[in-house]
């Protein structure tokens, strides 16, 4: 377990099958829970987090002390109220903060490193219906979850179509496209190329792959925002200086603030688990799970089962998982017979206006979630 | 709440208990009658964000979507009934969009205002403008209303397209009125057509 951790651990009492053809022996699974569990247990909410995301939902961080992720959604009187309802949120495996990931220790006492095995969006939904069962919880109220957090959403309801009354998927996608593919390869490219990586053997050496990291959290970053948002807030403007330095400092204020993001992110994030999540990002293609000879042919048959009410959302203005795949998943809830709500929400900052406050967005999530 | 006279002609004639698809539901008034007087599972489709949004936010189960593209995801024969309530008239084909209805719903209710009502013809007559009357209250630069319709129209369009009218109500004056001279004294009819 990691000590950056101060939740709650859940130890699966099982090895967890993966869908690589391996097993997991020893999973560990930090979560955290808001609100009070019914004696029926049907007041259950499980919200999942996106890529760089944690069971941090709405207490503070324990590294940077900053709110909860979505503070501004989860809590009492909230849009997911947690006086109605009891929340959980848990760092999926192949993350970092004290769930188990390439940082933990294998069973012969030195950290996985590279020799975790590669995991996929379906196998942090495996440890997820693991924790579920380990809190007696048989189906979810809802399960909510906004980018990657989609994706486990949409996943589970394809999986186990049983364990959740509503899912609400959030700017996300039921497939990563080669645009996604490739802004994620020149990620783990950049931590690749930092010396310091060492192959992912790096826990015990004085220099974390940081660098890397940071390059990798800068590209990331820009895909999060829209043109129009970096416009606004950035524009052309300089950095504590009147004019042009003709050198390559961060010149610019969105130089030097991608710069900020990038280091603050090294000092709450593994550069291995960044590989191996951004893998399972990719890896993710619902339609081709079930069978479908083409993407997109027959993603209607991941919920051929499913007796979930759907909620999907995306954003105007979100480049990374455009409306066009919600959409797609919205055709194919249609043609499954599923019943399903859509709407596309306007807002400036991209695909990170999930996390930020919106009206109409809260409204939405308190109206389906209630 | 009461419902607009066509919704309520639409809402007293949906058995209870069906599927129904609201095709632009606006602000899902009737999805939210049928939910909740006769037990129906009634989805909806908008094309309006802001109205969409109320519709989900007060729990009703409604899709952002343009009726001229949207619904050739939905199955054959997925629900009961498909309604299109004062759609027709902005579609851009409203002939493909009534083969859909039909294609999607076992039955369709179809309201519309009707261009051949006595108000609207005199505009026109005596007036020499496009008519801008109660029924029809927006200027013809501005208006949604892209294919006026008349009652003996939709008659046509509908035994073209195979449809059995099954039964039709007319209104004037927000107050149900007979069939006889429907043409000239209907401003808004509601048909439920079969195939």
């Known amino acids: ?370 | 709440m009461s419902l607009r006279p066509d919704l309520a002609a639409i809402a007293a004639h949906v058995a209870p208990g069906s599927r129904v698809l609201d095709i632009g539901c606006g602000d899902g008034a009737l999805m939210a009658e049928l939910e909740s007087a006769s037990g129906c599972d009634a989805r909806g489709m908008e094309l309006d964000g802001a109205l969409v949004e109320r519709c989900v936010s007060r729990g009703l189960s409604v899709v952002q979507g343009d009726a001229n593209l949207d619904l050739a995801n939905y199955p054959d024969k997925a629900f009961d009934y498909a309604i299109l309530s004062q759609t027709l008239q902005t579609a851009t084909r409203p002939d493909l969009i009534l083969d859909e209805l039909l294609r999607v719903g076992r039955r369709a209710f179809v309201s519309f205002p009707n261009f051949a009502h006595w108000r609207t013809r005199a505009a026109l007559m005596f007036g020499g403008r496009m008519p801008v009357t109660r029924a029809l209250p927006v200027s013809w630069y501005e208006t949604q209303n892209i294919h006026h319709v008349t009652v003996e129209d939709f008659r046509d369009l509908a035994r073209m397209k195979g449809a059995a009218i099954e039964r039709a109500w007319f209104f004037a004056n927000e107050i149900e009125i007979g069939a006889p001279a429907a043409n000239w004294r209907a401003e808004f009819a509601v048909f439920e057509l079969s195939r």
């Not at chain 1, 987090?49 to 909860?68: C, E, V, W």
């Not at chain 1, 760092?91 to 020799?115: E, K, L």
């Not at chain 1, 200086?241 to 000092?267: C, H, I, M, P």
């Open chain 1, 1 to 370: 377990m990691s000590p950056n951790s101060t939740s709650p651990v859940f130890a699966l009492p099982h090895p967890l099958p993966l869908d690589s053809g391996q097993v997991l022996e020893g999973c560990e699974i930090a979560y955290e829970t808001y609100g009070t569990l019914a004696p029926d247990a049907g007041n259950a909410v499980l919200v999942c987090h996106a890529l760089t995301g944690d069971q941090y939902l709405a207490s503070p961080h324990p590294i940077t002390g900053k709110p909860g992720w979505w503070e501004r959604m989860v809590g009492p009187g909230k849009p997911i109220d947690t006086n109605r309802h009891f929340v959980i949120c848990a760092n999926v495996i192949g993350s970092c903060m004290g769930s188990t990931g390439p940082a933990s220790f294998a069973p012969d006492g030195a950290p996985h490193a590279m020799r975790f095995p590669v995991i996929t969006i379906r196998d942090m939904v495996r440890g997820l219906v693991a924790l579920l069962d380990g809190l007696g919880i048989a189906r979810l109220h809802a399960v909510v979850g906004g980018s990657m957090g989609g994706m486990q959403a949409l996943s589970l309801a394809a999986n186990w179509p049983d364990r959740a009354a509503r899912v609400l998927v959030i700017a996300s996608t039921a497939r990563h496209s080669a645009q996604n593919i490739a802004f994620h390869e020149v990620g783990r490219q950049a931590i690749m190329a930092d010396p310091a990586w060492a192959e992912g053997d790096y826990y015990a050496a004085e220099a974390k792959p940081d660098n890397g990291l940071a390059v990798a959290r800068m590209a990331a970053h820009i895909t999060y925002l829209s043109e129009a948002g970096l416009t606004e807030k950035f524009g052309r403007r300089l950095q504590n200086r009147d004019a042009k330095g003709f050198g390559f400092d961060a010149e610019f204020q969105v130089e030097s603030y991608l710069r900020y993001q990038g280091s603050g992110f090294t000092r709450r994030f593994d550069a291995n688990s960044y590989l191996y999540i951004t893998r399972a990002m990719d890896y993710f293609d619902l339609a081709e799970e079930f069978g479908a000879e083409e993407h997109g042919g027959k993603l209607a048959d991941a919920f051929a089962g499913s007796t979930a009410r759907f909620c999907l959302v995306s954003f105007d203005t979100d480049w990374l998982y455009p409306t066009a795949e919600s959409r797609h998943i919205v055709h194919a809830l249609n043609a499954a017979g599923a019943k399903v709500s859509f709407v596309e929400l306007s807002a400036p900052h991209g695909h990170d206006s999930f996390l930020l406050e919106h009206d109409q967005l809260n409204r939405v999530v308190k109206g389906f979630v209630e």
